[in-house]
C-alpha cells in the first residue's frame, strides 16, 4: 500500500517560512519524480515544484528564488522549504509521486494534503 504523508503546513505571518515534509512508503522513493502541488480555494490545483530522480528541479513562476525543492532517498522524504511566504501562497499543499515507463505505464500517487495559511 503507498502512502504520501506531508507534514508541517500550519499559519505563518506574511513574510515567514515554513519546512513542508512528504514521507513515502510502499514505492522505491528514488526511482520517482516528487512535486509539491497546491490549491487554493475555487482554483485549480497547480503544480509548485518538482524534483526528478535525479535531482533536477523545476519551480512554478510564481516560487521560483523564494522556495525549495530537496530530497532524501534513504528516508525516503521530499521537503519543500518556502521562504519570503504571502498570502497568494495560502493553499493546501498535495505531494505528490510520478513514475513514467515507456509509452503507456505511468504510477502517481498524490498526499492527502496539509493546508498553509500565511496571514497576519
Known amino acids: 500500500q503507498v502512502q504520501l504523508v506531508e507534514s508541517g503546513g500550519g499559519l505563518v505571518q506574511p513574510g515567514g517560512s515554513l519546512r513542508l515534509s512528504c514521507t513515502a512508503s510502499g514505492i522505491t522513493f528514488s526511482i520517482y519524480t516528487m512535486g509539491w502541488y497546491r490549491q487554493a480555494p475555487g482554483k485549480q490545483r497547480e503544480l509548485v515544484a518538482l524534483?526528478?530522480?535525479?535531482?533536477?528541479?523545476i519551480f512554478d513562476d510564481s516560487v521560483r528564488g523564494r522556495f525549495t525543492i530537496s530530497r532524501d532517498n534513504v528516508k525516503n522524504t521530499v521537503y519543500l522549504q518556502m521562504n519570503s511566504l504571502n498570502a497568494e501562497d495560502t493553499a493546501v499543499y498535495y505531494c505528490?509521486?510520478?513514475?513514467?515507463?515507456?509509452?503507456?505505464?505511468?504510477?502517481?500517487?498524490w498526499g492527502q494534503g496539509t493546508q498553509v495559511t500565511v496571514s497576519s
Open positions: 505528490n509521486a510520478d513514475l513514467r515507463r515507456g509509452s503507456n505505464s505511468r504510477y502517481e500517487y
Open positions: 524534483i526528478s530522480n535525479v535531482g533536477t528541479t
